[in-house]
């Protein structure tokens, strides 16, 4: 079974900097691809950003371009999420999720309190 565990939520002031992580354990831990998304109160679960384990090919979620970035260690079965200059409307919870032979799995999330 594969267990996703984030880690590094918490309060940051807008415009600095915060940085998530997302160990995998369990069974396997060659993943297709590893990413997160994240959910405001009352809003729907959104993409935020992913990348691809072999190759470390990355994507982002528009509202996230150019402040993000994710990166992956291997060997740690980590993946990481690098926020920088974050904005009150990145206020969430943040999920880790990781996908495999066609199985997705979650974590169970971690809080992002962005202040003004």
């Known amino acids: 079974q594969v267990q996703l565990a984030e880690s590094g939520g918490g309060l940051v002031q807008a415009g600095g900097s915060l940085r998530l992580s997302c160990a995998a354990s369990?069974?396997?831990?060659?993943?297709?691809?590893m990413g997160w998304f994240r959910q405001a109160p009352g809003k729907e679960r959104e993409f935020v950003a992913a990348i691809s384990w072999s190759g470390g090919n990355a994507y982002y979620a528009d509202s996230v371009k150019g402040r993000f970035t994710i990166s992956r260690d291997n060997a740690k079965n980590t993946v990481y999420l690098q926020m920088n200059n974050p904005k009150p409307g990145d206020t969430a919870v943040y999920y880790c999720?990781?996908?495999?032979?066609?199985?997705?799995?979650w974590g169970k999330g971690t809080l992002v309190t962005v202040s003004s």
């Open positions: 999720t990781a996908r495999k032979g066609g199985m997705d799995y």
């Open positions: 369990g069974r396997t831990f060659d993943f297709d691809a």
